[in-house]
């Protein structure tokens, strides 16, 4: 498949997918366990509502950002390439995100962990993200084995 289609093919699995859960989460959708809740919840913030203090302006923060991050991927292609797929889950997420923030004025949460610990409520968008960043990881890890066992040989 082509680099370009993989890409789109990605951001727009994954922004659909958030949004769908996000859309059924605000249509009603919940569900308690022993272990895991889904549930409703707005963060006007980052993770654990950090820098919620911003308010409304935190979108545009969250805007630079992705631009930012959208720039040096045009200008580090072989990165961008070397990690299509999971570029293309990053931004997908990150613009699911964003949309929620215009639209919804925080970003919608639906998934909380509470057993043994309250932990952080999050979303489709938010594990995706830690994937991405994890494909990134292993791959630049095995990548950099390979090449370096290429060149030993």
Same mark, same amino acid.
């Given at each position: 498949? %082509?680099? %370009?289609?993989?890409?789109?093919?990605?951001?727009?699995?994954?922004?659909?997918?958030?949004?769908?859960? +996000?859309?059924?989460?605000? &249509? /009603?959708?919940?569900?308690?366990?022993?272990?895991?809740?889904?549930?409703?919840?707005?963060?006007?913030? $980052?993770?654990?509502?950090?820098?919620?203090?911003?308010?409304?302006?935190?979108?545009?923060? @969250?805007?630079?950002?992705?631009?930012?991050?959208? =720039?040096?991927?045009?200008?580090? !292609? !072989?990165?961008? +390439?070397? @990690?299509?797929?999971?570029? /293309?889950?990053?931004? &997908?997420?990150?613009?699911?995100?964003?949309?929620?923030?215009?639209? @919804? /004025?925080?970003?919608?949460?639906?998934?909380?962990? @509470?057993?043994?610990?309250?932990?952080? =409520?999050?979303?489709?968008?938010?594990?995706?993200?830690?994937?991405?960043?994890?494909?990134?990881? $292993?791959?630049? =890890?095995?990548?950099?084995?390979?090449?370096?066992?290429?060149?030993?040989?």
């Amino acid at each position: 498949m %082509n680099k %370009n289609l993989t890409f789109i093919f990605c951001f727009i699995a994954v922004f659909v997918l958030d949004q769908w859960v +996000k859309q059924l989460t605000l &249509g /009603g959708m919940r569900w308690q366990s022993e272990y895991f809740d889904l549930t409703f919840a707005l963060n006007t913030g $980052i993770a654990f509502s950090m820098l919620s203090f911003l308010d409304h302006y935190l979108k545009y923060f @969250h805007l630079v950002f992705i631009l930012i991050l959208a =720039i040096y991927l045009f200008w580090q !292609k !072989k990165f961008l +390439k070397e @990690h299509i797929v999971a570029f /293309g889950i990053m931004l &997908g997420s990150g613009c699911s995100n964003l949309l929620d923030r215009f639209v @919804h /004025g925080g970003v919608v949460d639906m998934f909380f962990w @509470h057993k043994w610990f309250n932990f952080a =409520i999050f979303n489709v968008a938010d594990v995706m993200i830690n994937i991405s960043v994890a494909l990134i990881f $292993i791959q630049e =890890i095995f990548l950099k084995r390979r090449s370096k066992n290429d060149r030993m040989d």
